[in-house]
């Protein structure tokens, strides 16, 4: 009996990344290719380019990324435990918001890939772009655009899910019409990078995916297609015939469930895929981690690293002045938002440090002090914070309420930690059912507990390694197979149960909550 297996490829900022598993969802092989290490002639570092005249032009060659998908894809067709002829379907994801631009010459070379066989993709498909450097996530050259958005379209989170931001495929668009426009007017097509990958694969174009085109400032979250207005600001213009040839370009969304349609014969007889293989359309990675989880109404994710951030989705719109609000990857009647607090792991470990205490050592000193530090609060941004915004400073006030200079060692350790799970608790909706912690501090058992407590839910943790590219292996089995349940109950998340909330401590932080609010509104 042959076997199906399920492909999920992530193209991240540094690396490409293969994960095949098969029908009952067991993993069967992961590969990878960096980016930097492995092709030293495109003169990156850490996968991208920094321009040294403007520090805030960030790019990746797009020959790259072609470059890197034929040398993965090699890899694989070299392995003895599965064949590649067994996969029977493609999904994937690829890092937020950059964007690729092709020439026209792109339909003939796509169609004709399959006769190309013997060429490498970089080879095959040279001459296909209109932009060899392609700006990514990291980008922040875009002020002029960002502050165009927000002064013009004051309502733009309530149209598109967020406010301008740097990295925002708009904000770029709009930069290259007016300073590059030999090459916008050269441009036939524009894919965002995660809509890249399935256009080779399929051998022509594809639509641009709809939770990630929510990443582009451009499109109208609610009409499901670009919104004039926005188009209209990105190409300073009203007329008309100019914001339809964008609309060309950009091509109408799809959702992230989409077939595609079957794999290139030029896949078939280079790799030998099967001609059967379905391409199912490719998402944003963090939307694609979230579908590695089946994360859906009532869960929160709170992801504890450099920053942290909080993921929950709902069943109406709610855009938030800053947070970003996308579609649903698997549940296209669901919102997906996204907060990032600027201020976390860095944050905490300055407090440890300030303490002089190992983390081993911060569970003995938490001790010495109650639960919700009777009533005392202390916040710490080291940078200023952008949700809420609020200058960088610590912020402390004693049981009454004083504001002080200092808290004992103990007490200020306990503070860093609960102020932060009270703020992380604060923006999230009042339902939740569980709560799931990722990142390098949810290994921390006293944080693990603290959050429970927090939210008075149950809090899991969940593997991360490979997180994105499980999730597109996990949409494709879900598309092809095309179960009658829901993605929820069909794609289960590998998930351990680490702590459960202590009925006392739950009834103490829900009056702390009260009056870290109150706190941090003084602050503002
Ligand atoms: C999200 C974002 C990054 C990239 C990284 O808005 O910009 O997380 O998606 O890959």
Redesign the pocket.
């Known amino acids: 009996m042959p076997r199906s297996l399920f492909l999920g490829l992530d193209l991240?900022?540094q690396q490409l990344k293969a994960v095949i598993i098969d029908d009952s969802q067991t993993l069967i092989h992961t590969e990878s290719v960096n980016f930097s290490r492995e092709f030293t002639r495109f003169g990156t570092m850490d996968g991208v380019i920094r321009d040294l005249s403007f520090p805030s032009r960030i790019f990746t060659p797009v020959s790259l990324w072609l470059a890197s998908l034929d040398l993965l894809l090699h890899r694989l067709s070299l392995h003895s435990h599965f064949s590649l002829n067994e996969i029977v379907a493609i999904s994937g994801t690829?890092?937020?918001?950059g964007t690729v631009y092709w020439n026209g010459k792109e339909k003939t070379n796509l169609e004709r890939l399959a006769e190309m066989s013997g060429m490498s993709l970089e080879e095959a498909l040279k001459g296909s772009f209109s932009k060899e450097e392609c700006p990514i996530?990291?980008d922040s050259s875009t002020t002029e655009f960002v502050d165009k958005f927000d002064s013009e379209i004051p309502n733009l989170n309530g149209i598109t899910g967020s406010r301008a931001?740097h990295?925002f495929s708009g904000m770029q668009i709009a930069k290259i019409f007016k300073y590059e426009r030999e090459i916008y007017d050269a441009t036939s097509r524009i894919s965002l990078i995660s809509s890249l990958i399935p256009s080779i694969l399929t051998g022509t174009v594809s639509p641009i995916d709809l939770s990630d085109a929510c990443?582009m400032n451009l499109l109208d979250i609610q009409s499901l297609d670009w919104s004039p207005l926005c188009l209209s600001v990105a190409l300073d213009t009203q007329e008309e015939g100019l914001i339809s040839d964008l609309r060309c370009k950009l091509g109408r969304p799809v959702p992230s469930s989409t077939n595609l349609g079957v794999i290139s014969g030029y896949f078939v007889s280079r790799f030998s895929f099967s001609p059967l293989c379905s391409i199912i359309s490719f998402t944003?990675?963090?939307l694609s981690s979230l579908a590695d989880l089946s994360l859906s109404e009532g869960d929160v994710l709170l992801s504890l690293g450099t920053s942290d951030t909080a993921i929950f989705c709902t069943s109406s719109f709610i855009p938030l002045k800053r947070g970003?609000v996308f579609i649903h990857p698997t549940n296209p009647h669901q919102f997906v938002t996204?907060i990032?607090y600027k201020n976390g792991s860095l944050t905490r470990e300055r407090i440890r440090e300030r303490c002089r205490l190992s983390w081993d050592g911060v569970s003995d000193e938490l001790k010495k002090t109650p639960i919700g530090n009777d009533g005392a609060i202390g916040i710490y941004f080291d940078m200023d914070e952008i949700e809420p915004r609020v200058r960088a400073g610590d912020y402390r006030w004693n049981e009454e309420g004083e504001r002080v200079e200092s808290f004992s060692p103990s007490r200020d350790m306990r503070a860093v930690l609960e102020s932060q799970c009270l703020h992380l608790r604060s923006n999230c909706p009042r339902e939740i059912n569980r709560v799931i912690l990722t990142g390098g501090a949810s290994n921390n058992t006293d944080i693990r507990q603290m959050m429970s407590d927090v939210f008075g839910k149950e809090v899991f943790t969940a593997p991360v390694a490979d997180s994105?590219a499980q999730g597109g292996a996990k949409r494709a089995r879900y598309v092809y197979n095309s179960p009658d349940v829901p993605y929820s109950a069909y794609c289960t998340p590998n998930l351990t149960l680490v702590a459960r909330p202590i009925p006392e401590n739950v009834a103490t932080y829900s009056q702390l909550l009260t009056i870290y609010q109150k706190r941090e509104a003084s602050l503002l």
């Open positions: 991240s900022t690829a890092q937020q918001h996530w990291l931001y990295r990443g944003g990675d963090n970003h996204l990032c994105a």
